[in-house]
């Protein structure tokens, strides 16, 4: 399975920019890179997922770096809604691994 | 579309019972899954289905059973529950697991007594 590394738990100020870091060191040239979050008990939420490029969509920017080994999910203005646990995820022969994520608390 | 539906909310077996767990989605998505989620834990794969009629192991497949007769379709059997089952499953979907996102259904709760 395609392994990924995240710091078990982070902080953020509410209003500012939460960047998520994700290692990923032994995906393949294929591969995606998924991000999903989980709030508190409720099934998993897609946010965004790329290959090679950056993306952005209304939820998040993923920048992804140049040799593909790691990745870093940005919430541009953090809120109390986002306090979550998120995943990153990068998928291999169709089986999707979820690992033990980020904690991420927002701070009023 | 009603999306990725999970019955019951909410289950109390005793050890030993059996029950299916029902997963059903009207996306028309190839691709399902299983997971179970234990208290401050992360999600673990069950088993999944790339179409109908295939299904595979995930992580954690012992003690779980799963078949795909339809592409709306993938119940979860547990033969003969026991406590460390006791777990909260969620069922995913997607049109294909690596390029399409997945949608998630609410979960069931299972306690095994």
């Known amino acids: 399975d395609a392994k990924t590394t995240q710091p078990p738990s982070m902080d953020c100020a509410e209003g500012r920019a939460a960047n998520l870091p994700c290692n990923h060191s032994?995906?393949?040239?294929?591969?995606?890179v998924y991000w999903y979050r989980q709030i508190h008990s409720q099934g998993p939420q897609y946010i965004i997922h790329?290959?090679?490029n950056n993306e952005t969509n209304e939820m998040a920017s993923l920048i992804i770096t140049e040799d593909r080994k790691s990745s870093t999910l940005i919430l541009p203005h953090a809120t109390l809604r986002d306090t979550a646990v998120y995943y990153c995820?990068?998928?291999?022969?169709?089986?999707?691994?979820f690992g033990k994520g980020t904690r991420l608390h927002i701070l009023p | 579309n009603a999306g990725v539906t999970q019955t019951p909310k909410f289950q109390v077996l005793k050890t030993g019972q059996s029950m299916t767990l029902q997963c059903a989605q009207d996306?028309?998505?190839?691709?399902m899954s299983w997971y179970r989620q234990d208290p401050g834990m992360g999600l673990r794969l069950i088993h999944y289905?790339?179409?109908?009629?295939?299904?595979d192991q995930g992580e954690v497949p012992n003690g779980y059973n799963v078949s795909r007769s339809t592409t709306e379709d993938f119940p979860l059997r547990l033969l003969s529950a026991a406590p460390s089952q006791t777990s909260v499953y969620f069922c995913?979907?997607?049109?294909?697991?690596?390029?399409?996102?997945?949608?998630f259904g609410p979960g069931t709760r299972l306690t095994v007594t």
């Open positions: 032994t995906i393949s040239g294929n591969e995606y």
């Open positions: 289905s790339v179409g109908a009629g295939i299904t």
């Open positions: 790329g290959l090679k």
């Open positions: 996306m028309n998505h190839e691709y």
């Open positions: 995820i990068v998928i291999r022969d169709d089986k999707i691994i």
């Open positions: 995913a979907s997607s049109y294909s697991p690596a390029t399409y996102e997945q949608y």
